[in-house]
């Protein structure tokens, strides 16, 4: 049983998506030697995080696994890479994509490790071989929303149940899009959706959730600069 100095929960979050940065922010104040503990339900942090002490110069102290949550155990190192340098380093991130043109109406998007297919900017058929354009900035935004709510709600160890996010979006003029018709826009005019939740917390926790993850949303704060954004909450017990 170790005796931490400090104490960080990363919830479900697995050191490739911003646990490290949580975990660097924590130990920054201690001093050479003291403890910090990381409390964490995330499987894949058993392996990944020893070898990130090992790297950076901090000592592993082991693990004690509990009903949900395990607690990792962390010396700070004297020597380990400088938190403002990491910090400045995801400021500047930028993500990048690398796309080819098919044969037919397609194109293949290449994004780091990933491949995959779309289809035309807009397709109104019921049933599609690829997703749209338009089919992808609407999973964007929903899937954007969806994480980053469960993401926020496993920082603050609030219990959810299920979550699901239904949206929809039309053309301002779907004729212009087509060349059908010379004047007007094909902008998309308006998404409205309704985002349910099923969890045994009060609706309040749940409302404060649900605003800072609009706030904080990467997606929708750059959407609803152009796009009349409405999503309902709907808590469902």
């Known amino acids: 049983m170790q005796n931490p100095h400090a104490v960080c929960d990363g919830g479900d979050l697995d050191c490739g998506s911003g646990l490290l940065l949580i975990i660097k922010k ?9 403890i910090l503990e990381v409390r964490s339900r995330e499987k894949t942090v058993a392996e990944d995080l020893p ?3 090992r790297m950076v110069k901090h000592q592993f102290l082991g693990s004690e696994p509990g009903e949900n949550t395990t607690r990792y155990f962390i010396a700070k190192g004297s020597a380990q890479v400088e938190l403002e340098q990491d910090l400045q380093a995801a400021k500047g991130y930028q993500w990048s994509v690398r796309v080819q043109g098919e044969r037919d109406l397609s194109a293949k998007i290449h994004s780091r490790n ?6 035309q900017p807009a397709d109104f ?6 997703p749209s354009a338009i089919d992808y900035l609407l999973g964007s935004l929903a899937s954007c929303l969806t994480v980053g709510f469960k993401a926020q709600a496993s920082r603050r160890n609030i219990e959810i149940d299920q979550l699901e996010l239904s949206l929809k979006g039309g053309l301002e003029s779907v004729l212009y899009h087509l060349e059908l018709e010379q004047e007007g826009s094909p902008r998309i005019s308006r998404i409205t959706g309704t985002f ?3 969890s045994p917390e009060s609706e309040e926790a749940l409302e404060e ?6 706030n904080r949303s990467p997606i929708y704060q750059t959407l609803k600069q152009a796009v009349s954004i409405e999503i309902k909450l709907a808590i469902v017990f």
Not at 26 to 34: C, F, R, V
């Open 114 to 119: 990933h491949t995959f297919i779309a289809g």
């Open 196 to 198: 349910y939740v099923s």
């Open 51 to 53: 070898a990130w002490c």
């Open 26 to 34: 924590a130990i920054d104040p201690l001093e050479g030697g003291q």
């Open 209 to 214: 959730l649900w605003q800072n993850t609009l």
């Open 125 to 130: 058929s019921p049933k599609v071989n690829v």
